[in-house]
């Protein structure tokens, strides 16, 4: 099953956040063939993102770890419902990006968008 299959109802409420951000933490040992978002820094890059978007004070957006994304050789990476929008993440200024240019812009952070095709 190949298609993409609608699972939204009828009278499912509104997103509780706006803006819901899963940041990859998963860690595989050294030498795993897949790598790992964690080994390529996002725990701390999770930590920056959250504590930043606590500063701006951006309302009803929420930073979350997550475990693997199935994106491990696209990463560091975080996805953010229900735009359903990804963002390869490699420091800090590029944390700034999707905060400035997504969530308190409205926009999008375009040079940091991982490919929405399933692959
Ligand atoms: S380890 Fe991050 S997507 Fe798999």
């Known amino acids: 099953m190949d298609e993409m299959v609608s699972l939204a109802a009828q009278d499912d409420p509104e997103p509780y956040f ?3 951000i899963f940041v990859c933490c998963n860690r595989r040992p ?3 063939k897949r790598g790992s978002c964690a080994a390529k820094g996002s ?11 606590k500063e701006a004070g951006i309302p009803h957006a929420r930073v979350n770890m997550a ?10 990476c ?3 419902y229900p735009a359903g929008v990804w963002y390869r993440i490699e420091t800090r200024a ?10 308190a812009g409205g926009g999008r952070a375009e040079a940091l968008r ?3 095709e399933r692959s």
């Open 114 to 116: 991982l490919p929405p």
């Open 67 to 76: 475990g693997c994304l199935d994106r491990c050789e696209e990463g560091p």
């Open 78 to 80: 975080l996805v953010i």
């Open 30 to 32: 050294d030498g795993h």
């Open 43 to 53: 725990e701390a890059l999770r930590d920056y993102m959250k504590a930043r978007v």
């Open 18 to 20: 706006d803006a819901h």
């Open 94 to 103: 590029d944390v700034d990006a999707v905060i400035e240019q997504h969530l």
